[in-house]
């Protein structure tokens, strides 16, 4: 029995003493390198996967829009300016005025366009449309303005004449149209020879005819003689009156009708205007396109040559 147990611890310290102690060590060593591979592995392969996810964020963070994105959506906050194109890439904006007026923009551009106005360019587009389009408005809207002065004037004029307490000159207007009068003159200088002619013919008054164009009082009427039939006193062919005010150079807005009436029985009595008594001659009355020939051959003289002032001593 001893012999068996001395056999055993032999055997034992033979084999303890017969192994390889690098084999030992190595053994030790394999696992521990291999735990300690596997660890640092482990730790690259965490810090690997960390910087791989922050170089997504990344990516994620430079495309507007990303699924990824972790910045506030368009419209709040530095969201949108992340999300905006750099400013030079930027393509130039519409003034404020025109992006109001043309409604492009985004919310604040139309807000802004809506306070500033249209600008220069929108409203000089917008004025050109409407005279394309509309271009007849602002024609009738003219010449409803000029009618409007026009019948104010007359109606005035009209009254005026009514309260003259003299009955110097009486109106009655031509198919009852305001802008076309006969006028009829009754008196003129009793100590003239024209007023002599009217007593001894029985003629009560002289009649004119005076018709006022669009643009009156700013442009003078046209007035010419219908009965009697004048000589002299400057009246001409067609019963054309030759006055100065009665052009467009002499004539001034605020000449009225009745002023301009006294003025013509002026003019009769410094011009030695007569009744015309010839026979057949007398009878002929005037015509209204004869009287326009003669104004406008009138007229043309007198602006080539200028009009004579008569003499101080005349009156």
Not at 109 to 121: I, N, T, V, Y
Not at 197 to 215: A, G, S, V
Not at 269 to 286: D, E, H, P
Request: with cysteine; hydrophobic share 35%.
């Amino acid at each position: 029995m001893a012999t068996l147990l001395r056999k055993i611890g032999l055997i034992r310290l033979h084999n303890r003493d017969t192994e390889d102690p690098k084999h030992h060590h190595n053994h030790r060593g394999g696992g521990g390198g291999q735990q300690s591979a596997s660890l640092r592995g482990k730790g690259g392969a965490k810090s690997g996967g960390h910087k791989q996810q922050q170089q997504q964020q990344q990516q994620q963070q430079q495309q507007p829009g990303g699924a990824g994105d972790a910045s506030p959506g368009p419209g709040k906050g530095k969201g949108k300016r992340a999300a905006e194109p750099a400013p030079r890439d930027k393509p130039p904006q519409p003034a404020a005025g025109a992006a109001g007026a043309a409604g492009a923009g985004g919310p604040r551009e139309r807000a802004a366009g809506a306070r500033a106005g249209p600008g220069p360019a929108a409203a000089a587009a917008a004025a050109a449309a409407a005279t394309t389009a509309g271009g007849s408005l602002v024609p009738a809207a003219r010449q409803q303005h000029c009618t409007q002065v026009r019948s104010r004037r007359l109606m005035k004029e009209l009254q005026d004449i009514a309260r003259l307490s003299d009955r110097f000159i009486s109106v009655e207007l031509v198919d009852e149209s305001l802008f076309d009068w006969n006028v009829k003159l009754h008196q003129v200088d009793k100590d003239s020879v024209l007023w002599q002619d009217m007593k001894e013919t029985n003629t009560e008054f002289i009649l004119l005819n005076l018709t006022f164009p669009d643009n009156f009082p700013f442009s003078p009427p046209f007035m010419r003689v219908l009965s009697p039939r004048l000589e002299n006193g400057y009246v001409l062919d067609g019963g054309a009156i030759c006055m100065e005010l009665l052009t467009p150079r002499g004539w001034s807005s605020a000449y009225t009708v009745e002023a301009v009436m006294r003025q013509f029985a002026a003019s009769l009595v410094k011009g030695q205007g007569r009744i015309c008594r010839k026979a057949g001659k007398s009878k002929k009355s005037f015509s209204r396109k004869e009287a326009e020939a003669t104004f406008k051959s009138l007229v043309k003289t007198h602006e080539k040559y200028g009009w004579v002032t008569p003499p101080v001593s005349d009156g």
